[in-house]
């Protein structure tokens, strides 16, 4: 009998501990690697980067796990394009609890709500996003696929090697996730670029524009998404911004759910949710302006009639969907939706482009997870043909559509590029999705600074026995009064459960109903001609027009006891919106819940 080989107690612990990453990562229902490009690093917590010599690890978390059952039912790993994020450090999570405890929270005034693109990108640095490395017909997948892993451990290091943890924002470790950008760009004839118009240049890596517009010669789309969320005025001077320092671009404004800037709403609004009911997608407010930018662009090389002719019949309403939630058969265009989930459909195109193949003209919609990529593609459309999610990475690969038979529509996962960002800011930008958040109490903070929830609230300040007396808050005072006035107590002790305030707090803010809108640099100084802009005029004029009649929509209240979210709220942002049975922000501008809001910009003085 052969002998046994000396074992060290060392060589056993990792034996150990590889068994359990073993246990753990079937549990997670992660495929094997022979499935997945990323291999077994797929399963490791860890990610090592040795470029420049020295050892940079990054200590990974991985959001959105799907459930095991997922697997393989339909050929494909729904954990492969998870987001992947630096995980925040014990200590940091510790430390940032602590200034949620005890710092006071000091007003911020409206100046400070500019964001300065330079700031947070910082042209020209390595804050870049990783490109496909150069490939031959030579090189076999494995080759590619090693060399692609390797360029991306390169960019990493790069990053972590100019800038710490603490400074960066998150973003995306994933790259799979990065694949399906290269992807998409390269199918791509146009490329709309999706903003939040509540913080567009968080949604604005100015490295993207560059590429497509210089290395690609691509035309770039910006659109200044979600308009119904943010004053008319305030719209009007993020588009000439935008022109202004990107002359390149082609900007399109649009709502997938417009609403009439000039109707006042109850200020307990923050309290309710409207669902949808009627004519739903088809109300979009853009497709038309979108159209006439594709046109421009393709000057005559693509034949957009039937796009015309479908936002005529939309208009007129004879649409493809009437918006009645049920599903209609389309008269003139394939109604195919082709998801890439393959590995095939993943491998780099041949080195020349033929644009507009086929005389089709294929727009990539790309941008940060939810800015509303999916839901303006079904605005487009005029139904429901992918889905939408308040969790941001809901869309995991990229999907295309043909919107008639010369335009085909192609939806890419929303990704996240790197930045000096806060990531306090970037959770209440809906970049993290809130129910996996280590720490929320921090982006409350950030968000009380900029909006005096405990007014808009009317919360009790947890330690005054005088209501009328002052008394200064901290962020954590703010979710102990949210989750007294809510009702939310722990399970265990019947506590108040700050943790669940805390996210409900968020995702209100994510929503819409508590109104945190950036403004580019001179906007206060310059507010009055902003207002008087014909271009403001035009929009308010527009919206009104699409905004929802009243037997469109009729709003419900939430109760205010926590028995109203038995089904947890803790989840409520994992659900995938149904048409007709959709939560939609109610505080427009203009509402006189805006109007209270001295420091968020809605509706100062409109109501
Ligand atoms: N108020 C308002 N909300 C919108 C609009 N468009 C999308 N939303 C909401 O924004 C959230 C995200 O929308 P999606 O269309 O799923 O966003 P996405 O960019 O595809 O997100 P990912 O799948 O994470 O990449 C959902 O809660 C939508 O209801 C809009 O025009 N106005």
Same mark, same amino acid.
């Not at 295309?400 to 939806?411: A, E, G, I, R, W």
């Not at 809906?430 to 280590?438: E, L, R």
């Given at each position: 009998?052969?002998?046994?080989?000396?074992?060290?107690?060392?060589?056993?612990?990792?034996?150990?501990?590889?068994?359990?990453?073993?246990?753990?990562?079937?549990?997670?229902?992660?495929?094997?690697?022979?499935?997945?490009?990323?291999?077994?690093?797929?399963?490791?917590?860890?990610?090592?980067?040795?470029?420049?010599?020295?050892?940079?690890?990054?200590?990974?978390?991985?959001?959105?796990?799907?459930?095991?059952?997922?697997?393989?039912?339909?050929?494909?790993?729904?954990?492969?394009?998870?987001?992947?994020?630096?995980?925040?450090?014990?200590?940091?999570?510790?430390?940032?609890?602590?200034?949620?405890?005890?710092?006071?929270?000091?007003?911020?005034?409206?100046?400070?709500?500019?964001?300065?693109?330079?700031?947070?990108?910082?042209?020209?640095?390595?804050?870049?996003?990783?490109?496909?490395?150069?490939?031959?017909?030579?090189?076999?997948?494995?080759?590619?696929?090693?060399?692609?892993?390797?360029?991306?451990?390169?960019?990493?290091?790069?990053?972590?090697?100019?800038?710490? @943890?603490?400074?960066?924002?998150?973003?995306?470790?994933?790259?799979?996730?990065?694949?399906?950008?290269?992807?998409?760009?390269?199918?791509?004839?146009?490329?709309?670029?999706?903003?939040?118009?509540?913080?567009?240049?968080?949604?604005?890596?100015?490295?993207?524009?560059?590429?497509?517009?210089?290395?690609?010669?691509?035309?770039?789309?910006?659109?200044?998404?979600?308009?119904?969320?943010?004053?008319?005025?305030?719209?009007?001077?993020?588009?000439?911004?935008?022109?202004?320092?990107?002359?390149?671009?082609?900007?399109?404004?649009?709502?997938?759910?417009?609403?009439?800037?000039?109707?006042?709403?109850?200020?307990?609004?923050?309290?309710?949710?409207?669902?949808?009911?009627?004519? +739903?997608?088809?109300?979009?407010?853009?497709? %038309?302006?979108?159209?006439?930018?594709?046109?421009?662009?393709?000057?005559?090389?693509?034949?957009?009639?039937?796009?015309?002719?479908?936002?005529?019949?939309?208009?007129?309403?004879? *649409?493809?969907?009437?918006?009645?939630?049920?599903?209609?058969?389309?008269?003139?265009?394939?109604?195919?939706?082709?998801?890439?989930?393959?590995?095939?459909?993943?491998?780099?195109?041949?080195?020349?482009?033929?644009?507009?193949?086929? +005389?089709?003209?294929?727009?990539?919609?790309?941008?940060?997870?939810?800015?509303?990529?999916?839901?303006?593609?079904?605005?487009?459309?005029?139904?429901?043909?992918?889905?939408?999610?308040?969790?941001?990475?809901? *869309?995991?690969?990229?999907?295309?559509?043909?919107?008639?038979?010369?335009?085909?529509?192609?939806?890419?996962?929303?990704?996240?590029?790197?930045?000096?960002?806060?990531?306090?800011?970037?959770?209440?930008?809906?970049?993290?999705?809130?129910?996996?958040?280590?720490?929320?109490?921090?982006?409350?903070?950030?968000?009380?600074?900029?909006?005096?929830?405990?007014?808009?609230?009317?919360?009790?300040?947890?330690?005054?026995?005088?209501?009328?007396?002052?008394?200064?808050?901290?962020?954590?005072?703010?979710?102990?009064?949210?989750?007294?006035?809510?009702?939310?107590?722990?399970?265990?002790?019947?506590?108040?459960?700050?943790?669940?305030?805390?996210?409900?707090?968020?995702?209100?803010?994510?929503?819409?109903?508590?109104?945190?809108?950036?403004?580019?640099?001179?906007?206060?100084?310059?507010?009055?001609?902003?207002?008087?802009?014909?271009?403001?005029?035009?929009?308010?004029?527009?919206?009104?027009?699409?905004?929802?009649?009243?037997?469109?929509? %009729?709003?419900?209240?939430?109760?205010?006891? @926590? @028995?109203?979210?038995? #089904?947890?709220?803790?989840?409520?942002?994992?659900?995938? #919106?149904?048409?007709?049975?959709?939560?939609?922000?109610?505080?427009?501008?203009?509402?006189?819940?805006?109007?209270?809001?001295?420091?968020?910009?809605?509706?100062?003085?409109?109501?």
């Amino acid at each position: 009998m052969p002998r046994k080989k000396p074992f060290s107690v060392k060589q056993k612990k990792k034996q150990l501990q590889d068994k359990r990453e073993r246990k753990r990562g079937l549990q997670d229902g992660l495929r094997s690697s022979s499935n997945s490009r990323s291999g077994s690093r797929e399963r490791r917590e860890e990610q090592t980067d040795t470029s420049d010599g020295e050892s940079v690890t990054h200590h990974i978390r991985r959001l959105n796990q799907q459930p095991s059952q997922a697997l393989g039912s339909r050929g494909y790993d729904p954990n492969r394009y998870r987001l992947h994020f630096e995980r925040d450090s014990r200590e940091e999570v510790e430390r940032r609890k602590r200034a949620a405890r005890e710092q006071v929270l000091q007003p911020i005034s409206a100046e400070l709500l500019v964001l300065d693109i330079w700031e947070v990108y910082q042209p020209g640095s390595v804050l870049d996003f990783p490109r496909r490395p150069p490939w031959s017909y030579e090189m076999s997948k494995e080759q590619l696929m090693s060399q692609e892993e390797r360029s991306f451990q390169e960019y990493l290091g790069k990053i972590y090697g100019a800038y710490t @943890s603490e400074k960066l924002s998150y973003f995306e470790h994933n790259l799979e996730t990065w694949r399906q950008l290269w992807r998409v760009l390269e199918m791509s004839d146009i490329v709309l670029l999706i903003t939040d118009i509540r913080h567009p240049v968080v949604n604005f890596p100015p490295a993207l524009y560059e590429y497509v517009t210089g290395e690609l010669g691509l035309a770039l789309v910006l659109v200044l998404n979600k308009v119904d969320l943010a004053p008319p005025a305030l719209v009007v001077a993020w588009k000439h911004y935008f022109h202004q320092h990107y002359p390149q671009l082609h900007i399109v404004l649009f709502t997938s759910f417009p609403r009439d800037p000039r109707t006042p709403q109850d200020p307990s609004s923050v309290l309710k949710k409207s669902r949808r009911r009627g004519r +739903g997608w088809t109300r979009a407010l853009g497709p %038309e302006q979108l159209l006439r930018a594709c046109e421009a662009i393709t000057a005559g090389k693509v034949d957009l009639s039937s796009w015309r002719e479908k936002i005529a019949r939309d208009v007129a309403g004879a *649409t493809w969907g009437n918006g009645s939630g049920e599903e209609e058969e389309e008269e003139d265009g394939p109604a195919v939706l082709v998801e890439q989930q393959t590995d095939s459909a993943m491998e780099p195109a041949g080195p020349t482009r033929e644009h507009y193949k086929d +005389g089709v003209v294929t727009i990539g919609c790309v941008g940060f997870p939810n800015v509303g990529k999916s839901s303006l593609i079904n605005g487009l459309v005029g139904r429901k043909v992918v889905s939408v999610s308040r969790t941001p990475g809901h *869309t995991r690969y990229f999907q295309t559509y043909f919107l008639t038979p010369s335009v085909k529509l192609c939806d890419c996962p929303g990704l996240i590029f790197p930045s000096l960002l806060p990531r306090q800011l970037q959770v209440l930008a809906g970049v993290y999705p809130i129910a996996q958040i280590q720490e929320p109490y921090t982006a409350v903070g950030y968000l009380a600074s900029r909006v005096p929830v405990q007014a808009l609230l009317h919360l009790r300040h947890p330690e005054a026995e005088d209501p009328s007396a002052e008394h200064p808050w901290c962020a954590w005072d703010i979710c102990e009064a949210w989750a007294e006035k809510r009702g939310y107590k722990t399970a265990k002790a019947a506590r108040n459960d700050v943790y669940r305030a805390a996210n409900s707090l968020l995702r209100l803010a994510l929503d819409g109903r508590l109104s945190l809108c950036f403004q580019p640099p001179g906007y206060s100084e310059q507010k009055g001609t902003w207002e008087s802009h014909p271009e403001t005029m035009e929009l308010v004029v527009l919206q009104g027009r699409v905004g929802p009649a009243g037997d469109e929509e %009729e709003e419900e209240e939430e109760e205010l006891s @926590s @028995s109203c979210e038995e #089904e947890g709220e803790e989840d409520r942002d994992a659900d995938e #919106e149904g048409e007709g049975d959709e939560d939609t922000p109610t505080s427009a501008p203009g509402s006189s819940l805006a109007a209270r809001n001295p420091y968020a910009l809605l509706g100062e003085d409109e109501c």
